[in-house]
T-cell receptor, first 111, second 114 residues
Framework: EDQVTQSPEALRLQEGESSSLNCSYTVSGLRGLFWYRQDPGKGPEFLFTLYSAGEEKEKERLKATLTKKESFLHITAPKPEDSATYLCAVGGGGSQGNLIFGKGTKLSVKP | ETGVTQTPRHLVMGMTNKKSLKCEQHLGHNAMYWYKQSAKKPLELMFVYSLEERVENNSVPSRFSPECPNSSHLFLHLHTLQPEDSALYLC?????????????FGSGTRLTVV
């Protein structure tokens, strides 16, 4: 069964304290791994797509990496405005082209 | 604004009411989706429309009825809901042929069933 597991469920950081969020997945025939950011009361906002193991993408303080079993979202020197819930999703397998989402990691960055 | 607009933003309805959620996109996408987001759960795919044809219905109860009159508009008609249906309902759109580029989501409708 296609599955996405994110950890930790919640993460509290001090401003400037770098860390990583994990997304492990089980899917036959990965067609893409997606990271989204979701602020309270809003819909998910697209951040990155990764298609193959070894691929990396960066945007400001965020860097996403992909292996054959998991993806990491590295946050370097985070700021309070990076506080949000980060969602991971995969496409492929039996999903018929639809995305399968994890439960998300809620990140809080304190000044 | 992301290019996908959902109305209303908030909705409180009784279990015997009938209401509709509306989604509109002007991104030139040809696929639209309804997702349900509940606390502590992953986003749950409810319905998929591709080129205005429903291509997926994920065992959603019949009290939820989708409608896609054209590629820019999507509705979710609600009737006789239960309190456990209270959630954030998200609409998304994409290019169906190149959906691996990701979805664009609206801001959602926060539904409370009383």
């Amino acid at each position: 069964e296609d599955q996405v597991t994110q950890s930790p469920e919640a993460l509290r950081l001090q401003e400037g304290e770098s860390s990583s969020l994990n997304c492990s997945y089980t899917v036959s025939g990965l067609r893409g791994l997606f990271w989204y950011r979701q602020d309270p009361g809003k819909g998910p906002e697209f951040l990155f797509t990764l298609y193959s193991a070894g691929e990396e993408k960066e945007k400001e303080r965020l860097k996403a990496t992909l292996t054959k079993k998991e993806s990491f979202l590295h946050i370097t020197a985070p700021k309070p405005e990076d506080s949000a819930t980060y969602l991971c999703a995969v496409g492929g397998g039996g999903s018929q082209g639809n995305l399968i989402f994890g439960k998300g990691t809620k990140l809080s960055v304190k000044p | 604004e992301t290019g996908v607009t959902q109305t209303p933003r908030h909705l409180v309805m009784g279990m015997t009411n009938k209401k509709s959620l509306k989604c509109e996109q002007h991104l030139g996408h040809n696929a639209m989706y309804w997702y349900k987001q509940s606390a502590k759960k992953p986003l749950e795919l409810m319905f998929v429309y591709s080129l205005e044809e429903r291509v997926e219905n994920n065992s959603v109860p019949s009290r939820f009825s989708p409608e896609c009159p054209n590629s820019s508009h999507l509705f979710l008609h609600l009737h006789t809901l239960q309190p456990e249906d209270s959630a954030l309902y998200l609409c998304a759109s994409s290019h169906r042929q190149t959906q691996w580029g990701g979805y664009t989501f609206g801001s959602g409708t926060r539904l409370t069933v009383v």
